[in-house]
Every structure is written in C-alpha cells, then in structure tokens.
C-alpha cells in the first residue's frame, strides 16, 4: 500500500490545455505523478454507464485510484418525506455510479444546518443512514464504502464526532476527513502537529487503527470566518491554512496510506502535487513506494 495523491475534480489547467472530458483526466494525472481522482457528482449523478465503465477502465490502466463525492442535496438528518426521497435517489444514484466505475468510496455532505438539538438530528441521520444502507445492500451495492465527511461550518451537521459516530454503523462506512473543513469549522484550530495528532488519536479511538492508517482525506487551504468556512483557497495564496507539512509528518510517522484528495480551487491537481511533494521531503522516499 502507498500514500495516493489526487484531486476533486478537473483542474483549470486540464481545459486550458485542451482537454474537454474527464476520461482523460486518469492519463493526465497519471503524467503528472498523481494516483488518486474523486470524481465529482455534486450537482448529481448524471454520468451514463458506458462513460462511468470507461472512465474505470482508464483508471484501471494509469492506476488511479477512483472514488466519487455524492450530491449535496443528500440530507441525512431531513424529516420532510420529498427531502428524504431525493436523498435515497441521490445516494443510491452514487452507488451505481461507483460501482460502474469500480470506484471504491463515495463521498457525501452528512445534510445541511442544524437549527435545533444536534442530538436528535445526528440520531435522525444515523436511522436514514441505517435504512440507505440496507437498500444498497439489497441492490448489490453493499461492498462500496460510503464516506461522510466532516463539515466546515459549526452549524453543520458533521463534526468529527458526529461523523465518527455515523461511522460505528459497520465496516463500509468510513470517515472522509476534511482538514481543511475542521481547521475552519474551529476558526483556525489546527494550529501545529499535535492538533493534527488529536484529530488522528480520536479517530483510532472509536474506529481502530486501521481506519486512521487507511484514511481518506480532504485537504487544501480554507478561508474562514467566524462561522466558519468561506471558501477554498490554494496554496499560492499566502495566510491561508491548515498547514500540510503537519500532517505529513504524521502520515510517515505512523505508517499510514491514506488517500489525500485536494480540493483547492481551480488549481486541485498542481496542489495535489505539492502535497506530494511536502510528503516526499518529509518521508525521504518517493511516495509510489510500496
């Protein structure tokens, strides 16, 4: 196993250089030293079968590593029966899509803002999770791991603990860990190694020390505000953390082999690449390394 770079997304530069579909993105990647690509359903799953299958076999031949981030209109923790239904649509559209593409994890937003007791809506979301698995599970959908990740914003449903709690449902259900999330969404927390250490122990705690080594991970500069995440920024803008450097010690330290998806914007694949390179000068050896 190795640490995967890669990015949400198409890169600007992809297009500027003439590029029109993401099929190509695996070759495109692959030229650049990365080995991880999230594909992007945000505003939902509308890739066809045949584009998802070739898109899989791209990946498959330049060794990339596919997974996929889900709609943001999932809502787990919704009570009005349309929101609900559209959440099973665009969460079991997401499945199909990754099994398709042999991606092996989808990404989803826990739901929106929580205006009243965060207990009873995270129980909520925990039951409809529960539910959503066992459809999946009936379609054949069963062996894609699904990934809530965590939230930028206090007011969100989805802080570490909450995803982690999300997670204790079973072994296909894991943690997407956005450190750039959680470093706004505590409006600058993630000051210096042991904060990231932190993050890192309470995950081994309620999960094991398997889920940290095998982590999938969001990371890319975050402009926050007092309610935290505004933007996501890149790593050519100055003052604008958390700071990669931290983690990566940590991921050699600790023998991880996480996936580490960046999703900085316009430039994700460049920065991706920076990442890798901050792990390969903190690690000594080439991060394609077994």
């Known amino acids: ?44 799953v509308h890739i066809k079968e045949d584009t998802a299958r070739q898109l899989g076999e791209a990946a498959l031949k330049h060794d990339i590593s596919l997974s996929i981030h889900g709609p943001y209109y999932i809502s787990l923790a919704a009570t009005d029966p349309g929101i609900k239904d559209k959440t099973r649509k665009h969460f079991l559209d997401s499945l199909r899509a990754a099994r398709w593409m042999g991606a092996h994890l989808v990404v989803f937003h826990p739901g929106g803002g929580v205006k009243e007791d965060r207990a009873a809506a995270l129980k909520r979301a925990r039951e409809h999770l529960a539910e959503l698995l066992e459809m999946a599970e009936a379609e054949g959908l069963g062996n894609i791991k699904v990934a809530p990740e965590t939230m930028g ?25 956005d450190f750039g999330h959680l470093h706004a969404a505590g409006v600058g927390a993630l ?8 993050v890192l122990d309470r995950i081994g705690e309620v999960l094991g020390p398997e889920a940290v080594r095998r982590l999938h991970i969001h ?11 505004r933007r996501h920024r890149t790593t050519l803008d100055e003052g604008y953390g958390p700071d990669f450097t931290c983690l990566a010690r940590l991921i050699h330290e600790r023998g991880m082999t996480p996936t580490i998806i960046c999703e900085s914007a316009g430039r994700q694949a460049e920065d991706a690449l920076v990442y890798r390179q901050i792990y390969q000068s903190v690690s000594g050896r080439h991060c394609a390394e077994k």
């Open 1 to 44: 196993m190795r640490v995967r770079f890669g990015p949400a997304g198409n890169s600007d530069s992809f297009y500027e250089a003439g590029y029109k579909s993401s099929l190509d993105m695996p070759g495109w990647l692959a030229k650049m030293g990365l080995s991880a690509y999230e594909y992007q359903c945000v505003r939902g």
């Open 153 to 177: 914003k206090p007011s969100q449903l989805g802080n570490l603990d909450e995803i982690l709690e999300l997670c204790t449902l079973g072994t296909k259900v894991v943690p997407a860990v």
């Open 191 to 198: 000051t210096g190694e042991e904060k990231f250490a932190a």
């Open 219 to 229: 990371f890319s500069p975050v402009e926050f505000t007092r309610a935290g995440e």
